[in-house]
Nanobody
Framework: QVQLVESGGGLVQAGGSLRLSCAPSGWLFNINTMAWYRQAPGKQRELVASITRGGTTNYTDSVKGRFTISRDNAKNTVYLQMNSLKPEDTAIYYC???????????????WGQGTQVTVSS
């Protein structure tokens, strides 16, 4: 079974920075697109940023210029560097990945358990 393990969340003051990391545990064959979503209290879950295996990135408008998504394919790890954090960035951040467990397997989307990011004003 593949599990995505997130780390790096915490409490930070407005204007500060945090770096989230996410990597799968367990053996797998390949990972395609990886992404970060977030869900604030009382709000729907939203896509924050995504990155393909080839490095093509996509960001939601509210984080453009402040957040950077990157990945290390050799480590199957995705990162989210969050700068100039605002109180409205407070949410649980979830990592997702499209994984092929074996060479002939179908692609399966996995989610992490989430990591809390709290930005104080």
């Amino acid at each position: 079974q593949v599990q995505l393990v997130e780390s790096g969340g915490g409490l930070v003051q407005a204007g500060g920075s945090l770096r989230l990391s996410c990597a799968p545990s367990g053996w797998l064959f390949n990972i395609n697109t990886m992404a970060w979503y977030r869900q604030a209290p009382g709000k729907q879950r939203e896509l924050v940023a995504s990155i393909t295996r080839g490095g093509t990135t996509n960001y939601t408008d509210s984080v453009k210029g402040r957040f950077t998504i990157s990945r290390d394919n050799a480590k199957n790890t995705v990162y989210l560097q969050m700068n100039s954090l605002k109180p409205e960035d407070t949410a649980i951040y979830y990592c997702t990945a499209d994984v092929r467990r074996y060479s002939l397997s179908a692609w399966t989307n996995y989610w992490g358990q989430g990591t809390q990011v709290t930005v104080s004003s």
